[in-house]
């Protein structure tokens, strides 16, 4: 019978599944375009016949125009063997600790309700994002109210904090948040384990278009867990590509 993991042990694992995705084939690292072609859906098996190696995979993409809400399509292009994936280093990460490990509640609200997020690449445009309910606790003495969205049937938080641009991604930082609940978006406990919290997808390309942290969800205290930012070997800037 094995022995269970330790909390310091389970994170190690963590940070270790964290590199094997982001450097996955059409993990974080692998995206080089995002290309969107308008009202019309792309040929995306005549654009993955079309790529120039075999390490380089098409998928496709869709979202709403920020003008007209209509659907609007698009293509990511990931390739395994990328600039980025060469260049990567390591995640620079905080020291697990325990006191960063949080209980909070959460309280659903009604389906419809949406909160305007910011997205990095919009130019202060914003997109409507469903929050199917509240998040609350307290830290050091401040009561909080957080908005997480419903990330394909998971709760994400996007937050930000004063170790922003100084210690950790200037732009915030990302939280998966798991429900003791039996069904998602039923009221129940909820851990805020901020030692995994993570750099977003923008962190690694600059192809992503990331969510930003709303009013409510900026700590005006710093939170010192979690991952920091991402180091590349050499000069390599994942701007440079743009």
Same mark, same amino acid.
């Given at each position: 019978?094995?022995?269970?993991?330790?909390?310091s042990?389970?994170?190690a694992?963590?940070?270790?599944?964290r590199r094997?995705?982001?450097?996955?084939?059409?993990?974080?690292l692998?995206?080089?375009?995002?290309?969107?072609?308008?009202?019309?859906?792309?040929?995306?098996?005549a654009?993955?016949q079309?790529?120039?190696s075999?390490?380089?995979?098409?998928?496709?993409?869709?979202?709403?125009?920020l003008?007209?809400?209509?659907?609007e399509?698009?293509?990511r292009?990931w390739?395994?063997?990328?600039p980025?994936?060469?260049a990567?280093?390591?995640?620079?990460?905080?020291?697990?600790?325990?006191?960063?490990?949080?209980?909070?509640?959460?309280?659903?609200?009604?389906?419809?309700?949406? %909160?305007?997020?910011?997205?990095?690449?919009?130019?202060?445009?914003?997109?409507?994002l469903?929050?199917?309910?509240?998040?609350t606790?307290t830290?050091?003495?401040?009561?909080?109210?957080?908005?997480?969205?419903?990330?394909?049937?998971?709760l994400?938080? %996007?937050?930000?904090?004063?170790?922003?641009?100084?210690?950790?991604?200037?732009?915030?930082?990302?939280l998966?948040?798991?429900?003791?609940a039996a069904?998602?978006?039923?009221e129940?406990?909820?851990?805020?384990?901020?030692?995994?919290?993570f750099?977003?997808?923008?962190?690694f390309?600059?192809?992503y278009?990331?969510?930003?942290?709303?009013?409510?969800?900026?700590?005006?205290?710093?939170?010192?867990?979690?991952?920091?930012?991402?180091?590349?070997?050499?000069?390599?800037?994942?701007?440079?590509a743009?």
């Amino acid at each position: 019978m094995s022995t269970p993991l330790t909390a310091s042990e389970d994170h190690a694992r963590w940070q270790s599944e964290r590199r094997d995705a982001v450097t996955a084939r059409t993990g974080n690292l692998a995206l080089i375009e995002t290309r969107w072609t308008g009202s019309e859906r792309p040929d995306l098996a005549a654009e993955q016949q079309g790529a120039a190696s075999a390490s380089v995979t098409v998928t496709a993409l869709e979202r709403k125009d920020l003008t007209t809400g209509e659907a609007e399509y698009g293509l990511r292009v990931w390739d395994a063997e990328s600039p980025a994936i060469r260049a990567f280093d390591h995640i620079d990460t905080y020291d697990y600790d325990p006191d960063w490990v949080i209980e909070a509640q959460f309280t659903p609200v009604d389906s419809d309700r949406t %909160v305007p997020f910011e997205h990095i690449r919009d130019n202060g445009g914003s997109r409507e994002l469903v929050v199917p309910g509240d998040i609350t606790f307290t830290l050091g003495g401040v009561a909080h109210r957080l908005a997480a969205f419903d990330d394909a049937g998971s709760l994400l938080l %996007v937050f930000g904090d004063a170790t922003n641009g100084a210690e950790t991604y200037g732009a915030g930082r990302f939280l998966f948040v798991p429900c003791d609940a039996a069904e998602f978006g039923a009221e129940g406990t909820v851990v805020l384990d901020f030692n995994r919290a993570f750099v977003p997808p923008c962190g690694f390309s600059a192809q992503y278009n990331c969510p930003m942290p709303p009013a409510q969800n900026r700590f005006a205290e710093p939170i010192r867990a979690g991952e920091k930012n991402v180091v590349f070997q050499g000069d390599f800037d994942i701007y440079a590509a743009l």
